[in-house]
């Protein structure tokens, strides 16, 4: 869970607060003297143009502890207003830790749908931390249906804890296609030996779950799965 710059400022010692105070001092300038040359909270700048501010985020490990590296590095993101540029860059040059930062960041910031492209690299990724990171709020609010479901399977392949998937309840609630999906990947796990994870039931019991008009949630009927040949892990 990030920390708030109150909570850092408590657990941080003085010279890491100083360093802090200063690496937001720079983001803040950075986001103030775009704002003012372009009328615009960030204008788009050459994606090979790094700010001052850029270095800080990389550093922010050694000079806060790696604890406490997440948590930073989002606020800088947030105290720059980082533009896509700055955001995409941040991603494909820095190192796994660096990448998180960006991932789960992405909904405190105005970028619209345009940072998909990162969310949809993290999932290919066999690196648990970075999916997890990857479908957090902004995937919830962004991913359509398609890549939402395989984003949900992604997770069960690679093992990270569904509880990471925001906004689970709403987006499988009465999703008869994921249901489809995770009944066919279950029957794979079976017929190859292996055991069915509890969090896929979790989630196959949320599909069975339909919102009436009064906002509760009460159980569908359930349906059979399809005969279809199973897909393979991979997908």
Do not use: I
């Not at 400022?9 to 100083?18: M, P």
């Not at 395989?150 to 009465?174: S, Y």
């Not at 196959?204 to 339909?210: K, R, S």
Request: proline share 6%; net charge negative.
């Amino acid at each position: 869970m990030l920390k708030s710059r109150k909570e850092l400022d408590a657990e941080l010692g003085g010279a890491a607060r100083a360093w802090l105070d200063e690496a937001l001092a720079e983001a803040a300038h950075d986001a103030a003297r775009t704002t003012a040359a372009s009328g615009t909270p960030h204008p788009e700048a050459s994606p090979y143009a790094s700010q001052p501010w850029e270095l800080r985020y990389a550093a922010a490990g050694r000079h806060c502890g790696q604890e406490n590296a997440d948590s930073v590095r989002s606020l800088l993101l947030v105290e720059a207003r980082a533009p896509l540029s700055s955001v995409t860059r941040l991603y494909e040059q820095g190192a796994a830790a660096e990448r998180r930062a960006v991932l789960l960041t992405l909904h405190r910031l105005d970028l619209g749908d345009t940072a998909l492209p990162l969310v949809e690299d993290a999932l290919r990724a066999n690196d648990t931390r970075l999916v997890a990171a990857a479908v957090g709020p902004y995937a919830a609010d962004h991913l359509d249906p398609h890549a939402w479901r395989h984003a949900v399977l992604k997770c069960l392949f690679t093992e990270v804890p569904v509880a990471a998937v925001a906004r689970l309840d709403d987006r499988a609630r009465g999703d008869a296609e994921l249901a489809r999906m995770l009944g066919d990947f279950a029957d794979e796990r079976t017929a190859a030996g292996r055991a069915v994870p509890e969090d896929l039931r979790t989630v196959l019991a949320l599909t069975a779950l339909t919102a009436p008009a009064d906002g509760g949630a009460h159980r569908a009927t359930p349906t059979a799965a399809p005969a279809a040949p199973a897909p393979t892990e991979e997908s």
